[in-house]
């Protein structure tokens, strides 16, 4: 295989670990356990770790090893800072770039959820929803700073864990920015946007401090 096939598959697929939690917050990588999970050399898996670190995924410590990134109290905040300041920005500027029929199929999607969907596949639904909204935004710096940040609120929520009440709470307040959406009413679907958001970020840290899932920051 390609060297940059190789580097793309070691980076890929440690990402993936790290995101999912398959490699929990705090954990301890190290190069030969990666390169026979991944079967290949340790220049790749340099290469993807080094990658990874840019991307705040994993510290590369010297004289001690690689660490998944750990999620604190404070990781929550600044991830919820970011959302909220550019998600309902992004549907003010660019809101109106999302197509209709893709808004009236998530609205479809969520009603057709309720009750039978399990709560994973609720939660995907909920990710691909967010990840549409970005979708519409028609700067490159942002969109690669949201996709960033939307690797980090995926660690979040696994780790808060996924409570079934808050999302079904959350379908229901992603069925009202549909609706404003679909009437072109852009700031009360913004206004709407930020306040799922301010209760996203409450069951995240409510959650965190019940399960004791969390780190000092």
């Not at 050399?41 to 010297?62: F, G, M």
């Not at 679909?182 to 409510?206: G, T």
């Amino acid at each position: 295989m390609p060297k940059e096939n190789l580097k793309k598959k070691a980076y890929d697929t440690i990402k993936e670990k790290i995101i999912d939690c398959e490699y929990m917050p705090s954990t301890f990588l190290n190069e030969t356990m990666l390169m026979n999970v991944i079967g290949t050399s340790r220049t790749p898996i340099r290469e993807a770790l080094n990658k990874l670190e840019e991307e705040n995924l994993v510290k590369i410590l010297p004289k001690k090893g690689i660490v998944v990134s750990e999620i604190t109290l404070r990781d929550i905040t600044a991830v919820y800072q970011v959302r909220e300041l550019v998600e309902p920005y992004i549907i003010r500027m660019w809101g109106a770039n999302i197509p209709t029929d893709t808004l009236a199929k998530y609205q479809d999607r969520i009603l057709e959820s309720k009750g039978n969907d399990s709560c994973e596949e609720q939660f995907l639904l909920d990710d691909a929803f967010h990840r549409m909204i970005i979708h519409a935004c028609d700067n490159s710096y942002l969109f690669k700073l949201m996709a960033n940040v939307y690797d980090q609120n995926h660690r979040i929520r696994i780790i808060s864990g996924r409570l079934q009440t808050r999302l079904e709470e959350s379908a229901q307040e992603h069925l009202k920015i549909i609706a404003y959406l679909l009437e072109k009413k852009y700031e009360p679907a913004a206004a709407q946007m930020a306040e799922h958001l301010a209760k996203s970020k409450r069951a995240a840290f409510e959650s965190m401090l019940v399960g004791g899932g969390y780190q000092t920051p």
